[in-house]
T-cell receptor, first 112, second 118 residues
Framework: ETGVTQTPRHLVMGMTNKKSLKCEQH?????MYWYKQSAKKPLELMFV???????ENNSVPSRFSPECPNSSHLFLHLHTLQPEDSALYLC???????????FGQGTRLTVV | AQKVTQAQTEISVVEKEDVTLDCVYE???????LFWYKQPPSGELVFLIR??????QNEISGRYSWNFQKSTSSFNFTITASQVVDSAVYFC???????????????FGRGTQLTVWP
């Protein structure tokens, strides 16, 4: 069992839909992250949460809305997405920024 | 600004060959952390190693070895006697965490696709 679990693994949604990605970590970590991996682009950090507080938002469009109800769970709410938002969305957690981050298997999102 | 460069986009080798993946980084911080991750086709990034900026000792773990040289800002990764299962995308990353309560974040290179042929 992986320490970081993401659901769903695959998601196809229309541009007018609303969906949510879920991430759960069982490692007792304090920090959680959302990354976006697009084809032919470097992994991009989207959001950072530390002890449930958002500490970083890297100019992400408002159609992506994160939520961190507790240190173990992280959500990414999606609405009115664009086709260019199709990507692999990876969740990660770490004890702090000095230690390695552990990643989930990602959600492959396709916007049609 | 922090930056990680992996100049090799794709590498192909035949099984049992040795292969080195290059990583060059830029940072103005004196304290930083370097990482290597492996991403197999399943998508999950698998942590391989972490190095802090004060530890230049090279490390070997089985068929994997890492060469950290601050003088050239490089953190190269060598796989000895490569195997088909080593085929994956490998990412080098830099973390600038050490700023009080501010958490660090990972700056990734673009990755190197390694294909090992039988």
């Amino acid at each position: 069992e992986t320490g970081v679990t993401q659901t769903p693994r695959h998601l196809v949604m229309g541009m007018t839909n609303k969906k949510s990605l879920k991430c759960e970590q069982h490692l007792g970590h304090n920090a959680m992250y959302w990354y976006k991996q697009s084809a032919k682009k470097p992994l991009e950090l989207m959001f950072v949460y530390n002890f449930k507080e958002q500490t970083e938002n890297n100019s992400v469009p408002s159609r992506f809305s994160p939520e961190c109800p507790n240190s173990s769970h992280l959500f990414l709410h999606l609405h009115t997405l664009q086709p260019e938002d199709s990507a692999l969305y990876l969740c990660a957690s770490s004890q702090d920024g000095r230690t390695e981050a552990f990643f989930g298997q990602g959600t492959r999102l396709t916007v049609v | 600004a922090q930056k990680v460069t992996q100049a090799q986009t794709e590498i192909s080798v035949v099984e049992k060959e040795d292969v080195t993946l290059d990583c060059v980084y830029e940072t103005r911080d004196t304290t930083y952390y370097l990482f290597w991750y492996k991403q197999p086709p399943s998508g999950e990034l698998v942590f391989l190693i972490r190095r802090n900026s004060f530890d230049e000792q090279n490390e070997i773990s089985g068929r994997y070895s890492w060469n950290f040289q601050k003088s050239t800002s490089s953190f190269n990764f060598t796989i000895t006697a490569s195997q088909v299962v080593d085929s994956a995308v490998y990412f080098c990353a830099l973390s600038d965490s050490d700023r009080g309560s501010t958490l660090g974040r990972l700056y990734f290179g673009r990755g190197t696709q390694l294909t090992v042929w039988p």
